[in-house]
């Protein structure tokens, strides 16, 4: 059981990477490092602000009709 954890946790955590760097190289060479880091940050604060206010104020489920 615990290989299956470490192997499920070594997926998630390394699965977009190699996507994610290669896309993130390529817009880095056309448009800029800082402006790629800039742009990626601000994906990201959206992003965390979104997930933020879905905890906070969750949407009402309806009631069990019996």
Known sequence: MKGR???LYSFLN???SPTGTFIL?????????RSVYTFAGLILLIFSISR?????N???????IQ
């Open 14 to 16: 390394t699965g977009g």
């Open 5 to 7: 954890t470490i192997s």
């Open 52 to 56: 933020l206010f879905s905890l906070v």
């Open 25 to 33: 190289g390529l817009l880095g060479n056309a448009i800029g490092v």
């Open 58 to 64: 969750p949407a009402k489920e309806p009631k069990n």
